[in-house]
């Protein structure tokens, strides 16, 4: 399996992109970074989106997107995500106000994208690859995903608060190389991490307890101003499976 790192970041500035990874080369998690870290060539190789939740920074790109692949693919790229999230879509950006709904055009048949909704814990086999959306505890309906190709598989648990199942789950898939998950501002701000249900460094120290395995953890989504203060947090967590996220990493397994 091949996972590209298109953007990682919990706000969009020069050099730091929003949320993005690509599975081998055919199937995107998020898309707040498609059309700016790929060619149209590459983006049309995309066959399908999985969304983790309706937040603008895992959802901006999607009406370029759409516009780029438009009338270039046979088959509709499908959208996966949540029943909850696909309502925002169709109501809020794909609506012929924000953005024209190409979920119709150019018809309702043979569409540009396709709306399909996940349930949580059941696994959906695309492209050879199976993609587990887990429940997390964010402001709006999320999921992250576990990636598995039957050999080697990774977690990405998105945006989240404290929460159990998704470490339950990585404690129990014996084939797991990595886990992505995040922390979103500094210590001094826990409010504002409870708020808006993410997580500070010392937040995700205690969620890092749940995590009986020795795996490499990537830490995605800090806010890009905060970095300077965060960075050292998270060392001064000691946990030496901690490293950081970077876009356009590359992993192959
Ligand atoms: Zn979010
Ligand atoms: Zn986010």
New binding site residues.
Partial sequence: MELRILGCSGGEADGERLTGLLINEQVAIDAGSITGALTVEEQKRIRHVFLS?S?L??ICTLPFFTKNIFGHNAEPVEIHALPETLDVLRRHLFNDELWPDFSVIPNPDDPTIRYTEVVPEQGYTVCGVTFTPIRVN???P?VGYKVDDGKDAFIFTS?TCHTDRIWEVANATPNLRLLITEASFPNEQDWLAVASKHLTPRMLGEELKKLTRNVPVAIYHLTPGDKPQMLPQLRALGDPRLRMLEQNEQFAW
Wanted: glycine letters at 0%; a negative charge.
């Fill in positions: 939740h937040h920074d895992h964010h402001l709006v999320c945006d």
